[in-house]
């Protein structure tokens, strides 16, 4: 079952535009949603992340957009530049039951390409 | 710094064989995760560890895979007769929470299994 929804698969953006990816949830309980990306042959790296009880975060370039009563949430990231090709992963996780791990569940992923 | 180090990062088992995969976390993090990234698609959650007691390894698709963490630091994901549906990129991550926090997973580059 997929929890996290992400679109589109891939996104082209001319340099200096904007890059919006979304994702939508299921699960009522996840309370943390980072942002990853990952460059061909490394391992995701964190970019941002938000909790819910905020509806907007920003850092830099990137932002994260929360919608908690749609279960949805978006990175845009501003300016974008060739250095931004990348994939990109939404990601969320939960604290589960005592003991358990606060495991990440990720979206499909988008491959971001910014044409110089 | 020293980051999360996997190794090998390239492996190439034939059907049937068993394979050892080693992740380095970082010094002096509680927390250890693999997860298993199939081409195209986001890392799947495989199994937990917070020190040396593996917490949750719910995400293991098979009694094939096994993974243990004897010290709390260097882990190793062994896969017994590996099949072909194996083959993917296994991704380890550390933090240094335990598992209820909200501390970033650092991510190592990954193994990349191909099972021929």
């Known amino acids: 079952q997929q929890q996290v929804k992400q679109s589109p698969q891939s996104l082209i953006v001319q340099k200096g535009g904007i890059s919006i990816i979304n994702c939508a949830y299921e699960n009522t309980a996840f309370d943390y949603f980072p942002w990853y990306q990952q460059f061909p042959g490394k391992g995701p790296a964190l970019l941002i992340a938000?909790?819910?009880?905020?509806s907007e975060k920003k850092e830099g370039r990137f932002t994260i957009s929360f919608n908690k009563s749609a279960k949805q949430f978006s990175l845009h990231i501003m300016d974008s530049q060739p250095g931004d090709s990348a994939t990109y992963f939404c990601a969320a996780s939960n604290a589960l039951s005592s003991g358990s791990a606060r495991q990440l569940t990720f979206g499909s992923g988008t491959q971001l390409t910014v044409l110089p | 710094g020293a980051g999360v180090s996997q190794s090998p990062r390239y492996k190439v088992a034939k059907r049937g064989q068993d394979v050892a995969l080693r992740c380095d976390p970082i010094s002096g993090h509680v927390s250890l995760f693999w997860y298993q990234q199939a081409l195209g698609q986001g890392p799947e959650f495989l199994t937990y560890?917070?020190?040396?007691?593996?917490?949750?390894k719910s995400g293991l698709p098979s009694d094939r895979f096994f993974a243990e963490r004897p010290e709390g630091s260097v882990s190793t994901l062994k896969i017994q007769r590996t099949q072909q549906e194996d083959s993917a990129v296994y991704l380890c991550a550390s933090s240094f929470q335990g598992a209820l926090g909200y501390s970033e997973q650092f991510f190592g580059p990954g193994t990349r299994l191909t099972v021929l």
């Open positions: 560890f917070q020190n040396e007691a593996q917490l949750d």
């Open positions: 938000i909790r819910p009880d905020v």
